[in-house]
């Protein structure tokens, strides 16, 4: 297994490229289920989570192709079940079910295990897929959905802590092929929402209202192939950003979508960043003191869960004290036990970390446990005085696509070890 080494202190500086976006990739290559026609997309990040929907995709029986970004499939003849040995690798295969019920009129998948960042029920697909008519049952560890035929319905899938974002794919994608029209109510507004929307209007079904709280989607008869280009990373850009501001002296980000980015580039200027931005590049530099922050995760448009480890990792160094509440996700907070053997000064209060900076971060051995937890502490390692040893890499090439490649392209002294 392997391990990334960090040397700290290295200034950072120069230009890199963003890759696709992860959670736009995930929904949209099961999307493609949709259709016996193939569909070509571009822009799709080699990670082992895209790896792993290409591998369900197979096993359902498309046909696919890949030649490095861009990903041809053929849905021509599909099978309907996912078992878990293919499905438990990752959460996100939740969302074949959607396509699979609205082609198939059935799906059986297996329900999504535990996750570290907290609890992640489906309540809200399931309810989804009943408004349009659907039986759904729970047994032997799976999820069993199946209707003779799908009806529009309107449906508000709000939850507790906000709207869902796969589930609102995942209604998507079963509305899409039902008799008559479905109305979203508390739909997800992400860029990846969109995203799949705009390429499920290629396909040729109808969608009205994608990235607003309320989508309209008129049921057609069938889908037809087509071809996309996936959108930049936010959440990659977003972590890119964070570097450039724990250690770097003017950094350019290039292929990226700064409206995305907004919440993300707001704090940063708060806390004391300089930021511009060109039509695809956004870059940051140091601009004299930095000022401590308050900041709540919500969802999109507001400052993203995604982002709140790695904003850990950057205040934990900035002079006075910062207060995080974790909105979406209110135990994910992993990160912060091991920031701490960093050297930072971190107390957890329920879903609320309060910081408070330290002058210098010291190189430990770490431990990562989820995607975004382990490039905070990535972060903090370029920060950091002396080595860092990130352990468990694999979880971060779950969702980013070369990190260490290319924060050594910008002057990091980073390198990956076999543990
Ligand atoms: C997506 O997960 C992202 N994953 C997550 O990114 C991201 O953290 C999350 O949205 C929130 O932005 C992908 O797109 C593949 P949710 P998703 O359903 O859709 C509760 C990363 O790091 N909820 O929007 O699974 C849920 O528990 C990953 O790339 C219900 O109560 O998240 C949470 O508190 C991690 N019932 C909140 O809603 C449901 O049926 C938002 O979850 C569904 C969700």
């Given at each position: ?8 202190g290295r ?6 490229k963003?890759?696709g976006?992860?959670?736009s990739?995930?929904?949209?290559l ?7 026609e ?5 822009r799709v990040?080699?990670?082992s989570?895209?790896n792993y929907m290409l ?7 498309a046909?696919?192709e890949?030649?490095s ?5 053929a849905?021509?003849k599909?099978d ?16 074949v079910i959607?396509p699979l019920?609205?082609r ?8 999504p295990?535990?996750?570290v960042?907290?609890d992640?029920p489906?309540?809200?697909h399931l ?5 349009l ?18 009806t529009?319905a ?13 589930g609102?794919?995942n209604?998507?994608m079963?509305a ?12 997800a ?15 040729g ?6 990235g ?14 087509t ?10 850009t ?6 450039g ?9 290039k ?6 980015v907004?919440?993300?580039?707001d ?11 060109t ?19 919500e ?7 995604d ?5 850990c990792a950057l205040?934990s ?14 135990q994910?907070?992993m990160?912060v ?6 050297g930072a ?7 609320t970390?309060?910081?408070k900076?330290?002058?210098?971060l010291?190189g ?7 995607l975004?937890?382990s490039?905070?502490l990535v ?5 950091a005085?002396g ?7 694999y979880?971060?090439d779950r ?5 260490d490649e290319?924060?050594s392209?910008?002057g990091?002294?980073i ?5």
């Amino acid at each position: 297994m392997d391990k990334i080494r960090i040397h700290g202190g290295r200034p950072l500086s120069g230009s890199i490229k963003i890759s696709g976006s992860k959670n736009s990739a995930l929904p949209i290559l099961a999307a493609t289920l949709l259709t016996r026609e193939p569909c070509t997309i571009r822009r799709v990040p080699d990670l082992s989570d895209t790896n792993y929907m290409l591998q369900i995709l197979k096993h359902l029986g498309a046909e696919v192709e890949r030649a490095s970004g861009t990903v041809t499939i053929a849905a021509v003849k599909i099978d309907s079940i996912a078992p878990y040995d293919v499905v438990r690798r990752m959460r996100a295969s939740v969302c074949v079910i959607g396509p699979l019920l609205g082609r198939c009129k059935e799906a059986t998948v297996s329900m999504p295990g535990g996750c570290v960042i907290g609890d992640r029920p489906i309540d809200l697909h399931l309810k989804g897929f009943e408004a349009l008519g659907a039986a759904v049952r729970v047994e032997g560890g799976n999820v069993k959905v199946f209707a003779p035929k799908l009806t529009g319905a309107v449906v508000n899938l709000r939850g507790k802590f906000g709207p869902t974002v796969l589930g609102t794919d995942n209604v998507m994608m079963a509305a899409v092929l039902a008799e008559g029209t479905t109305v979203i109510e508390g739909a997800a507004q992400e860029p990846e929402v969109v995203d799949l929307a705009n390429f499920l209007n290629k396909m040729g079904a109808k969608i009205e209202g994608a990235g607003t709280r309320r989508m309209i989607i008129e049921g057609v008869k069938e889908l037809h192939g087509t071809e996309h280009d996936i959108i930049p990373d936010r959440i990659e850009t977003g972590t890119f950003l964070v570097a450039g501001a724990i250690a770097g002296k003017g950094v350019t980000l290039k292929r990226t979508e700064a409206q995305h980015v907004q919440s993300i580039t707001d704090a940063l200027i708060k806390s004391g960043f300089k930021i511009d931005i060109t039509r695809d590049t956004i870059s940051v530099a140091p601009n004299g003191a930095t000022t401590p922050l308050e900041l709540t995760t919500e969802p999109y448009p507001g400052f993203p869960t995604d982002m709140q480890a790695q904003m850990c990792a950057l205040l934990s160094t900035t002079d006075g004290i910062s207060v995080i509440t974790e909105q979406i996700f209110p135990q994910r907070y992993m990160h912060v036990a091991e920031l701490k053997r960093m050297g930072a000064n971190v107390d957890l209060e329920g879903p609320t970390a309060v910081i408070k900076g330290v002058h210098q971060l010291h190189g430990a051995p770490v431990m990562a446990s989820d995607l975004r937890a382990s490039a905070a502490l990535v972060l903090a390692g370029l920060k950091a005085e002396g080595i860092t040893e990130v352990s468990r890499v694999y979880h971060i090439d779950r969702g980013y696509e070369h990190l260490d490649e290319k924060l050594s392209e910008l002057g990091a002294e980073i390198e990956r070890v076999k543990d």
